[in-house]
Each structure stands twice: as C-alpha cells, then as structure tokens.
C-alpha cells in the first residue's frame, strides 16, 4: 500500500489571484481533525459515552479501566508485531504460535530449570527471532507463499510449545523479581507501559528512518522498490524477525501479568492482533498500514467488546462476534479504499 498524497499548505499570508484570503486557523484545524483520520478516535469516545450510560456501576470505574488497559497492552504488543509484517507486503500467521512458545519458554526455564528471570527472558526473544529468521528463509529463499508458509510455522510451534511445557501452565516457580514487573506503577499496569515504550520505537523508526520508507515501499511495490536498489529480500527479513522479537515479548508481558506461564496462552490473541492492524490501515493515515492507527483501532475493539462482556456476562462469544466482525469490516474498507486511490490515479 502507499502513502496517501497530501497537499502542500498555502504559505501564511498567501492568497488567490481573486485575492481570497485562504484556509482559515479553524479551517486548517478541521483538516487535521478530519474524520477520516480520526474517526477510530471519536468512535472510542461515543462508546465510552455509551456504556458509561448504559452501565455505569461497572463500565465507569476505575478497577475496569485498569482491566481494559491491562488486557489490551498484550493485544498490543502483538499487533504491532501483525503490522510490521502487513506494512512489508507478508502476513505472518504464526504470531501466536511464536506468542506461545515464548510463554512456556520463560516459565519452564524458571520453573523447572532454575534460571535467570534476565537469561529466561533473553532465551525467550532470541527464540523468537530464530523463528523469525526461519519464517524468512521459507518466503524469501524457498518462496513459499508467507501465508501458508506462517501458518505451518504455527503448528509446528505448537508442537515445540508442547514439548517444552508438556502440555501443562506453569503455575509456580516463577521468580518473584520477575512477576514484580508486571505490577501496576503510579497506577497504570505496568504492560500499557511496555507497549507505550514498544509504540514509540515502531512509530519513529517506521515513520522517521530511511529503513522505514524503505519498508513501506517494499511493502506497496517489491518490483518497483527493488529497481529502485531497494534490498526487498533483506527487509523482509527484518520483518519477520521483527514480528518475531514482538510476539516473544508480549508472551513475556503476559506472563509478567498473570504471575503464571498459560499453556498455549497466545493463541487466541491471533484475530485480535489482525483485526487492529486492519481497522487500523483506516486509522490516522488511512490508506496504508500504521503504528499510531493499530493503536487506535486496538482500543477501539477493547472498549467494544469490554462493554458488551459486562452487558451480557452470559454471551462468552461476544469477543469472538465483535473481532470477526470488525476484521471483515476493516479488510473489506481497506481494499475499497485501495480501489479508490487507484481510480483517482
């Protein structure tokens, strides 16, 4: 996908030949408030509205922001490892599987062998970019299709998953340095943090660096980029890897969280993950894949399916309805809108 054009803004004082005065300071606020920008943003607040109305004596108190927050910084995390690979042009099914390894990794390893909380976690990255590097060696050397290629990737994932933690949750042994970092600081989960810090980075090297716009563009066009002397090959593996690094640590996240090492714990976290990298190609900088607009989109899901859950306590396929449904939305706006750059030429 590529960057939509933008207009350049009329130098101040600048007026027409007619002798119009130009965009107004309102105006050009407008603009840059639009709604097809920040539609995500005002969506969130109406339902904010909605449910604190609706249900105010459990949706409007501060112990249910904490969960919201909570819960959704692993979602975070890990969409943003989706968007990465979305943003080079790949999907990478295999973030959950990756997700969920990292989380028997870091609880079996202190657990059962007594290591390190520092070597467990780094143990725990580090295999997830070797699964990053093989996922890259089947798209780009064996030229799989990334979609078949990922998606056998996770089940072979659940096999290792299984065989490092036998099938079993951790629920003990883990170093209580270690869970101290999942506690909540000055009042806010110490994970929204995690994912605040993993947000910024992405952002600015995607946003701000020549590896960045080099990915973007290898991601919109591989043929143009690599006459260009783009290396394609090589930032696909970056991206991988990359994904592969984010999903390791938000299994990691995870299980700072809970205090416990879930047995396959990532895999529910694989549409969640899609559906906020897709709605959020619509966000900010609609038209193409972006770490700010994955955000968004993120919360936007959250507050959605938060508030029904606590609506209707006894309707468990709730989230299930509201991430599937959003998901066809969001893919279903993205390729409209793809279709309509390419009209306008």
Not at 55 to 69: D, G, H, S, Y
Request: glycine share 12%; net charge positive.
């Amino acid at each position: 996908m590529t960057a939509p054009s933008t207009a350049a803004a009329p130098s101040k004082g600048s007026g027409s030949v007619s002798g119009g005065s130009g965009p107004s300071a309102g105006s050009r606020i407008l603009q840059k408030l639009a709604i097809d920008r920040f539609s995500g943003v005002y969506i969130i607040v109406v339902l904010v509205v909605i449910f604190c109305l609706w249900i105010p004596q459990t949706f409007a108190t501060q112990a249910n922001l904490r969960v919201l927050l909570a819960s959704q910084a692993i979602t975070g995390i890990i969409a943003l490892a989706a968007t990465v690979c979305l943003i080079s042009g790949v999907f990478d099914l295999s973030i959950g599987g990756t997700m969920s390894l990292s989380i028997s990794m870091v609880g079996v390893l202190q657990a059962t062998g007594g290591v390190n909380p520092v070597v467990a976690v780094v143990i725990s990255l580090a295999a997830g970019a070797v699964v990053g590097c093989i996922n890259a060696v089947v798209v780009t050397r064996f030229g799989i299709d990334p979609v078949i290629g990922t998606l056998a990737m996770s089940a072979v994932l659940a096999a290792v998953s299984w065989w490092v933690a036998h099938g079993e949750t951790v629920l003990y042994g883990l170093s209580p340095t270690f869970v101290s970092f999942g506690d909540i600081v000055l009042g806010i989960p110490a994970p929204i943090i995690y994912l605040a810090v993993i947000a910024v980075v992405a952002w600015y090297i995607l946003e701000h660096t020549p590896a960045g716009r080099y990915l973007y563009a290898a991601g919109a066009n591989p043929v143009a980029a690599r006459l260009s002397g783009v290396n394609v090959t090589k930032l696909t593996w970056g991206a991988l890897i990359s994904s592969g690094v984010l999903a390791s640590a938000a299994g990691i996240a995870l299980t700072l969280q809970l205090g416990t090492a879930p047995f396959a714990g990532g895999v529910s976290y694989l549409l969640p993950a899609y559906a906020a990298a897709f709605l959020g190609s619509t966000q900010i900088e609609p038209g193409r894949f972006n770490v700010a607009g994955t955000v968004v989109s993120m919360f936007i899901v959250a507050v959605a399916v938060r508030g029904l859950q606590l609506r209707l306590p006894d309707a468990p396929w709730i989230a299930d309805l509201v991430q599937g449904v959003i998901l066809l939305l969001a893919v279903g706006f993205a390729v409209w809108a793809r279709r309509r750059r390419i009209a306008r030429g």
